[in-house]
C-alpha cells in the first residue's frame, strides 16, 4: 500500500519543490517507487506529460527525479494566470475555464473530489508519493475551500512536514507564527518541521531549532544548507528567473521580460553555455544594441504582450538590431509576435479581433480553441531535438516554406529569407546539445560540444538528493507517512 507525506511550506518560494525533487530522487534511490503530487499549482511553466495533458513544470522534474515519466495525475489543478486578477484554469491536464480570482473561489469547492481521484489513482502505482503543497497554510483567509495545503492534506489524511526560509530572515517567527495562526485541526496535521537554505556555522542556530520545537511541539527534522547548484536546475516561478552575466562572453543573448512570459525554462541551457552572456531585459530597459541575438520566449497572452513589447519601445530596439544584421528567434508566443498578423476571433485571449504583429515573418497566427499539446521529436538544422508544444494558435503564410526543422516528420517553423529571423513552436530546443552547440557557433561563438545539459540536471539532481540525506532525518520522514486510504 502506498504512503504519502506532504511537504508544506511557510510561504511561497521557501523551497518546497526542490525539496520534493531531492526527496524523490533520493527514496527512488533506495528502490522505492515515488511519485510527486502537487494538488494545485500556479505557474505559467508548464510542462507536457505523457498522457497528453499538462502539468506544472516543477512536478514534470520531480517526476525526472523519481524516475519516472509526468502524469497529469502528477499536478491535477493548474492554474496559469492570464492577468493580474484572472488565471486559466487546467484540471486533470486539460482546460477548463479562465476565470477572475474572485470566482475561482467558488469553482475549486467543485474540484477537491478530481484532486482526490488524481491522487488515488497515482497512489496505485506508487510506494511513496511526495506531495507538495502550495504557498502557506498561514494564508487562513484562504482555507475555506481550500485544495493546496491543510484543505488537501485533511481530506486525504496526509501527515505534514513545514519548511521555513532562513535566507529571508525571521524563520523562528515563520514557523512559529505559523502554528499560532492554524486551527487545531490543521495544526495537528503537522508533524514536524525543517529549516532550509541556512548559511554559516550550523551551531550558531542550535537554540534557534530548540526554541522552534519548544514552542511548537513538532519535531525537528532538519537544517538544511544553502545549496547553490540549485541555479542549475529548472526554476518554476518567474522571479527566479534569472540570466548569466558574463561580462566578455563570445555571443549575447537578449531576452525581454514579458509580464506573462511562459516556459521560460528554455532559456535554461543557454544560461549554462559559458561562451553565453544571457541578459533578462527589465521594462525600462532597452534592448541592448550590442546583442548577437534577441530571443523572444513564450506567452501565455501573446497579444496582450505584444502591446507591452511596444509600449516598452522594444518594437524600435527590435528594428534596430535587425538592420545591424542581428539575429532574432521567436519561440511559440515569441514565433506568432514576430508575424504580420495574429487574428483571435473568438476572444480567446481578450476581445474577439486581431492585432498587426512585428511583420519580422511574413505569417499570420489564428487563435483556436483546440490547444496543441504534444511531446515531439525531430530536428533543427540537420540535429536532433526533441521537446514539446503547448499553444493555441496556428501559424500559417509563405514563410512556413522555409522550414528549418522537423517536428514529428512534418516541416516545422518558420525563417525569414536570410535565414537571420526564425521562429518554432518546440520548446525544449536549446536542451539538445549538438543543435545549441551549432547554432551558438553560427553566432559567432565556439562549438565546445562539452555541456551536456540533460546530464548536468540529473547530475544536479543526484547532488541535492545527497545534499539532503545528509542534513535531513529522512528515515524519520519516511516513517511520518501514512497509508493512502482507498
Known amino acids: 500500500m502506498a504512503r504519502a507525506l506532504m511537504v508544506q511550506g511557510t510561504g511561497s518560494n521557501v523551497g518546497k519543490s526542490l525539496l520534493v525533487a531531492g526527496l524523490a530522487r533520493h527514496f527512488a534511490r533506495q528502490g522505492l517507487r515515488v511519485a510527486p503530487f502537487k494538488p494545485q499549482n500556479m505557474s505559467n511553466n508548464a510542462a507536457v506529460t505523457a498522457d497528453g495533458g499538462e502539468i506544472g513544470r516543477a512536478q514534470a522534474l520531480q517526476a525526472r527525479a523519481a524516475g519516472r515519466d509526468p502524469l497529469t495525475d502528477m499536478n491535477p489543478v493548474l492554474l496559469k494566470p492570464e492577468t493580474d486578477r484572472g488565471a486559466q484554469v487546467i484540471v486533470q491536464g486539460r482546460r477548463l475555464a479562465t476565470v477572475a480570482a474572485r470566482d475561482y473561489a467558488a469553482l475549486k469547492l467543485t474540484l477537491l473530489p478530481r484532486v482526490l481521484d488524481s491522487f488515488r489513482r497515482l497512489a496505485a502505482t506508487a510506494d511513496l508519493i511526495l506531495v507538495e503543497g502550495a504557498g502557506s497554510p498561514a494564508e487562513i483567509n484562504l482555507r475555506a475551500g481550500d485544495i493546496a495545503n491543510m ?38 496535521h503537522i508533524k514536524g518541521f525543517l529549516v532550509n537554505r541556512f548559511r554559516g556555522d550550523p551551531t550558531l542556530f542550535a537554540d534557534g531549532r530548540a526554541e522552534i520545537a519548544r514552542r511548537t511541539g513538532w519535531a525537528d527534522l532538519g537544517l538544511i544548507p544553502w545549496f547553490d547548484d540549485a541555479r542549475r536546475l529548472p526554476a518554476e516561478d518567474i522571479l527566479d528567473l534569472r540570466g548569466s552575466r558574463r561580462p566578455g562572453a563570445r555571443i549575447t543573448v537578449a531576452v525581454p521580460r514579458l509580464p506573462r512570459i511562459a516556459n521560460f525554462d528554455d532559456l535554461d541551457p543557454l544560461a549554462a553555455e559559458p561562451d553565453v552572456d544571457l541578459r533578462l531585459i527589465d521594462p525600462g530597459t532597452p534592448l541592448p544594441g550590442d546583442a548577437d541575438l534577441i530571443l523572444l520566449p513564450g506567452s501565455k497572452t501573446t497579444i496582450a504582450d505584444l502591446a507591452r513589447f511596444r509600449s516598452e519601445g522594444w518594437d524600435i530596439d527590435l528594428a534596430a538590431h535587425v538592420r545591424r544584421g542581428g539575429h532574432v528567434l521567436g519561440l511559440c508566443g515569441g514565433f506568432q509576435m514576430l508575424g504580420t498578423r495574429i487574428e483571435d476571433p473568438d476572444g480567446i485571449e481578450g476581445p474577439p479581433g486581431g492585432v498587426a504583429g512585428l511583420g519580422l515573418l511574413d505569417v499570420t497566427t489564428v487563435m483556436r480553441a483546440d490547444k496543441t499539446l504534444r511531446r515531439v521529436t525531430g530536428q533543427a538544422d540537420g540535429h536532433p531535438i526533441a521537446g514539446y508544444e503547448i499553444h493555441l494558435g496556428h501559424t500559417t503564410g509563405p514563410d512556413t ?71 535531513v532525518d529522512t528515515a524519520a520522514l519516511l516513517d511520518l507517512a501514512a497509508p493512502v486510504a482507498p
Open 151 to 188: 484543505g488537501f492534506a485533511d481530506a486525504a489524511g496526509v501527515p505534514v512536514v513545514i519548511a521555513g526560509d532562513i535566507d529571508r530572515g525571521g524563520v523562528i517567527a515563520q514557523l512559529v507564527g505559523t502554528h499560532a495562526v492554524l486551527p487545531d485541526g490543521d495544526r495537528a
Open 401 to 471: 516554406h522555409r522550414a528549418w526543422a522537423t517536428v514529428d516528420g512534418q516541416p516545422a517553423g518558420a525563417a525569414s529569407s536570410d535565414g537571420r529571423i526564425r521562429g518554432l513552436y518546440v520548446h525544449g530546443l536549446f536542451a539538445a546539445d549538438a543543435f545549441r552547440s551549432a547554432y551558438l557557433t553560427r553566432l559567432g561563438g565556439a562549438a565546445h560540444g562539452t555541456l551536456d545539459f540533460e546530464g548536468g540536471v540529473d547530475t544536479t539532481l543526484d547532488r541535492l538528493a545527497d545534499h539532503l540525506a545528509a542534513h
